[in-house]
């Protein structure tokens, strides 16, 4: 399996780096990217590649389901939170960006069940998000309700986002804007939450 990566290395170094360089040289003096992403660590959907984007231009953080838990400083390990906070208060990013992606496997976790052999960790950490898919699939039909829920734990996300004090007083100022999204693996597009009940095709 490291045969593929360092060939993907190799291919890095010959075919990108000679051009790049001196944008790596620019980025070792330190980093200013413009949004926050949260997004699932689902190796479909990379932030990256969907938007186009160089090295240093978005800061990621990655989990099952794109969650990000509610404001709770209790000494304990919350590492989206801890990338949050670098982000917003250290970085200074202008947007955060919930994305989520179709066919996600946490969501499906939330509809249908941990898989036995992830309870350590994969279990309660969806949990947290089965209140809210199963509020929201009771009002649409059952074909539509992993698309439902997908979108519902992207509403969570942002939600919960407002619970951090530094997060909600930068948003009320103007300084940070949140905005959540869902990107379509077979058909390659995104679409926006806003106030219609579902996500609509992103401008």
């Known amino acids: 399996m490291i045969t593929k990566l360092t060939q993907g290395y190799r291919r890095f170094r010959e075919d990108r780096w000679p051009s790049e360089k001196a944008e790596y040289e620019l980025l070792a003096r330190g980093q200013k990217p413009h949004t926050l992403i949260v997004a699932c660590s689902d190796s479909r959907a990379d932030p990256a590649l969907i938007f186009d984007t160089a090295p240093g231009e978005l800061f990621v953080v990655r989990n099952v389901a794109n969650l990000v838990p509610p404001y709770q400083p209790d000494g304990k390990l919350h590492g989206v939170s801890a990338a949050l906070e670098f982000g917003v208060n250290v970085l200074g990013v202008k947007q955060i960006v919930v994305m ?52 519902a734990i992207v509403r969570l996300s942002l939600d ?19 905005v959540g999204l869902h ?6 597009k995104l679409t926006r939450a806003g106030d219609a009940p579902r996500f609509e095709p992103l401008d």
């Not at 990107?183 to 390659?188: L, M, Q, R």
């Open 100 to 151: 989520g992606h179709a066919g996600c496997g946490g969501v499906t976790a939330m509809l249908n069940g941990t898989p036995d052999n992830c309870r350590d960790f994969v279990l309660p950490w969806v949990e947290q998000g089965v209140p809210t898919v199963r509020r929201a699939c009771e009002d649409w039909p059952a074909d539509q309700a992993e698309r439902v829920a997908e979108e």
């Open 183 to 188: 990107f379509g693996i077979a058909d390659g």
């Open 160 to 178: 919960n986002l407002r619970t951090f004090p530094w997060i909600a007083e930068k948003v009320e100022r103007g300084e940070l804007e949140l």
